[in-house]
C-alpha cells in the first residue's frame, strides 16, 4: 500500500526585483551565486545577457528584469544569480538580491490577481501575503521558455 503525501507548504527562494518580493519554488534552484563575468553572445535578445561559466558548466543568463520589461539590472555588492533548472534547461538570473528561503502554506496561495501592478501576468503562478509581505510566485517555466534559451543549452 502507498500513502499519498499531501504538502501543505511549499519551500520558496524570496528575491527582489525593484524593491518587490517575488519567489520560485526550491525545488529548481540549483545555486545561489555573487555576479560573474557574463560573456555576450551575438544575435540574442537584449534580456539574455550571456553566457558564464559556472564550474566547468556553460549556463545562459537572463536579466528578470529585462524579461519582465520593469527596467534593466544594475549591479551592486547584493546583485545575485540564481541558477535555475527546468527539465533539461538550466538558466541563470540576474536579481537584485535573493536573501530568504521560506515555507508558505499551500492555502495561503491565491491565483494571480487580474492587474499586479508590477509584470506581466503570464509570467505569475499566483501570490501570496504573509505576515504582511506580498510575494508573487513566478511560473519558472513561462519565465525561462523562450526558443532562444532553449537553443543556447544544446549548445551556443
Known sequence: MSETVVESEKKV??????Q??????AEYVTAIEKMLHITRVPNMPSF?????NLRGIIIPII???????????????????????????TVGMIVDEANDVLDIPIEAIEPCPNVT????????SG???IDHRLFILLDLELTIKPPELRKMNNGV
Open 48 to 52: 539574455i545577457k550571456g553566457v558564464i
Open 127 to 129: 501570490v501570496a501575503n
Open 63 to 89: 536579466d528578470l528584469k529585462q524579461r519582465f520589461n520593469i527596467g534593466d539590472s544594475e549591479q551592486s555588492d547584493s546583485t545575485r544569480l540564481i541558477i535555475v533548472t527546468w527539465d533539461d534547461i
Open 20 to 25: 518587490k518580493e517575488y519567489c520560485i519554488s
Open 13 to 18: 527562494i524570496v528575491f527582489k526585483l525593484n
Open 117 to 124: 501592478g508590477s509584470i506581466a501576468e503570464e509570467f505569475i
